[in-house]
């Protein structure tokens, strides 16, 4: 199941993009189940000289994988977990990186302790002594989260175009994005990638962005009153100067031209969306079996 | 003024041979509590575990089973998991670990990369589906409230309780003694105002939404096709009187409001 994988050097040495690819044969939530091909599930390092921030964990497929990419990287330093989704990319391997590092503080949303919440695997046997020795904090609305002792921030914030709670964060420091399950759609035909783009030739539109996110898990866009989304996007992309769109999926990506392509296929998308008819109940009747 | 009633502990029986299982969990920063429940389903040839648990609860949920022992229950044949978030899927992994007839239906979308080891024992199941207990039947319903597009959701034909995972989702007091109640045994429980706070936490998309189609066909869903007389959910009180009180429920999801980012 891990079919490839690689380390991105984002900013000089100050993020990597720790990529694992994984199929999409209609089985990943991530995308539309009739989408083939290949996607990634992308944990992201924020390095300082003496600390190091992880956004995500990752799948436990990737356990191994992950572990090696953190080997390389991470050096004596000690790593704070940012887990800013309720979902298994963010949970499934934060007791196994316990396990190995050295793990200071877990930042995440639910009212558990990270011993407990992230102690779930059935292959990992015993208690969790890697958390057992970390410090919980929740996740509020607005969050700022420090990434070593100079003054470096990753500053959290809940987007209005979300489907379960979540938040997406900012490093002024890189002009990093990182953008949850938004700005996923780009896929790849082989597992090589590539992982970063830059290019506008990527040729996204909004009808392809619009049939991702209705066939999937933005569903209930059809329909919805959208405006407010829309201005939340915008606002998003007035107040902070994004660089770099770093989603948890799918390919990175970098640069004012690509990024403005993708955000403008994103607002099509959602104009568009919302003078389809509400198709909310038509998705009780979508088949699983049939359609993949 | 009624009495507020004394808290109980799960598990609980909510209906012959229907065990509701789980902790009351606090909401950071207040009174408010919440479930994460699963539900443990007796039949004569099998029995079964109703969602998938949160990460932070299946060695909770397994003791718990362990304390039904003396009902020598049949062997656990399936787990039905609503959708596959981590809230309702976490404990999949170690349900069928400790269960290995069992096999999972229902939306089990990622779990092949969450728990490799038991990929070959996850099955998508499209509404429709039946799965024979001996006695009575699981039902695969459609989720008509829902986050991820895929969500499954359950009914026991013989003691028409629905599994509606995220549906019917709200918090209670805990200084109003509610936990481990049903929703009519606890006067104080102001049921529209608990599920609009859950919602606008969990089920953010429902405010931009027109909800009254929704409403519509959860009434007709549940009280005129199903004729269900117990909604076991994963986040609310079980709700032993539908008819009596889900007009509550619609007065909650109604009074969504959009909040400031």
Redesign the interface.
Known sequence: ?TVHDEIIDLADGKVFALVNV?ELDG????HP?EARGYSS?NCYLLVEDDRAVLVNTG????DVALGAQLETLVGSRTIDLALPR???PS??NARSIADRFSVGVVWIR???DAP????????LGGPARGLARTETR?ISTRDVIPVGSGGRELEL????L????CSWAYDRATGTLFSGEIFTWLRRDKPTGPWLTSSTEEATTSGQVEEFLLG??F???A????D??RS?MA?IFDEFDVETIAPDHGPIVRGRAAIAQQLAALDGALESAKQRS?R??D????????A? | VSEAPTPISLPRDIAPGIFWLGIC????GGTLHSYSSVYFVVGEQCSAIMDGG???E?DVILAQIATLDGLDFPEVKYVFPTH????HA??L??F??RFPSAVAHG????L???????AHRLE????GERFDLGGTEIVVV???F?????SRWFFDTKRRVLFPGDGFAYTHYHTSGACGHLAEEVPELDLAENMATFAL??F??AQ???IE??IE?LHDLVLVELGAQVLAPTHGLVIGDPALTLPRVWEGLRSLK?PA?
Not at chain 1, 27 to 30: A, E, F, N, Q
Not at chain 1, 157 to 160: N, V
Not at chain 2, 112 to 118: A, C, E, G, Q
């Open positions: 199941l994984y089985r990943p939530s991530s189940i599930m799948y436990s497929v990737h309720v979902e298994f949970f499934c639910l009212s558990y407990i919440l992230l102690n779930f695997r059935p292959d929740r914030f809940a987007p209005k979300r489907l379960l709670p999937n898990r569903w209930w866009l329909g919805a009153d959208t407010p989304l939340d606002a509400p909310g109940l998705v009780d009747r979508w088949r699983f079996k049939v993949s | 969990k606090q909401v950071p949160v990460t932070g299946p596959s978030e981590a809230g976490g404990g992994g170690k069928l670990r939306d089990v979308s990622d092949h990369l969450v728990f490799p080891d038991y998508f199941a499209d509404p459609e989720a008509v829902r986050d991820l597009v895929h936490a969990a953010h998309w931009f939404v027109d189609p929704f066909r959009q980012r």
